[in-house]
């Protein structure tokens, strides 16, 4: 799980000439009998990993434990609140100075990120949006959408047969609601039983795959909002094939 983390120096942060840094947004909750606690945080970080070998951008560790209130009714699940979330994004923002950042999102849960972007002007995105999501199932030939597989269903199981295989349990039973108009008053449990909501029987590792290589794709845009000097540097990175960034990835993967 080491191969989660950037690994670079000092000094090769000092030599990065990376105009946008990506920072993971998971969490600590239940997904089901399946997967593991860390399993939004397990695919904020492989997402922003790969999205760091295919951009010019700096990689920063995760935030592990978000928002996560709606999963309270499970052992486990530990939270922050909104104004604490809030609080650590806009100072890690303060802190990178000039370089802009990309929230990373993981947990759908996390709503405040909405806001803490909102607020930046400019300085910041959150990626994937809800329709990236939904394109990205699409593009991976997933069954489900986001309504009826939001919560270690078809696609988060994807992601981990794909990545981290080990960590899928055996067990994945479906689990399909009717409307869930109240989720945010009664909490998830008020829904389901195992914590399931959709349908991991689907999942496949190439799946995952095509999930992952769709939305490495859709960030160019988000940078060139951002900072039309990186989108620059990303068309000349990938005429050049070697990316001076790719230092930060490890290799025990």
């Not at 951009?55 to 009714?73: M, N, Y």
């Not at 806001?115 to 949006?129: D, H, I, K, T, Y």
């Amino acid at each position: 799980m080491l191969s989660l983390l950037p690994l670079t120096t000092t000094v090769e942060e000092g030599e990065r000439d990376s105009r946008v840094a990506l920072l993971p947004v998971g969490s600590l909750e239940q997904h089901g009998p399946h997967l593991p606690l860390i399993t939004d945080t397990v695919i904020a970080c492989v997402l922003a990993r790969e999205l760091a070998r295919a951009h010019p951008v700096r990689l920063l560790p995760p935030l592990t434990i978000s928002c996560s209130h709606e999963h309270t009714a499970w052992p486990g699940t530990v939270s922050i609140s909104a104004r604490t979330l809030h609080a650590m994004v806009a100072d890690i923002a303060a802190s990178l100075g000039d370089t802009r950042l990309v929230l990373v999102n993981g947990h759908g849960g996390n709503h405040v990120l909405a806001n803490v972007v909102q607020e930046s002007r400019g300085a910041m995105a959150l990626f994937p949006q809800a329709h990236e999501w939904e394109a990205a199932r699409g593009a991976a030939g997933m069954a489900t959408d986001n309504d009826t597989d939001m919560h270690a269903g078809e696609l988060e199981t994807s992601v981990l047969l794909h990545t981290y295989p080990h960590l899928v349990r055996s067990g994945r039973a479906d689990h399909v609601t009717g409307p869930r108009d109240h989720l945010p008053t009664l909490g998830l449990a008020s829904y389901t039983a195992t914590g399931v909501v959709g349908r991991p029987s689907l999942a496949t590792a190439d799946k995952g795959r095509r999930l992952l290589a769709a939305l490495v794709e859709d960030l160019t845009g988000h940078l060139t909002a951002l900072d039309p000097a990186a989108d620059q540097a990303h068309d000349d990175h990938r005429r050049s094939g070697q990316p001076r960034h790719q230092r930060q990835q490890p290799i025990d993967d």
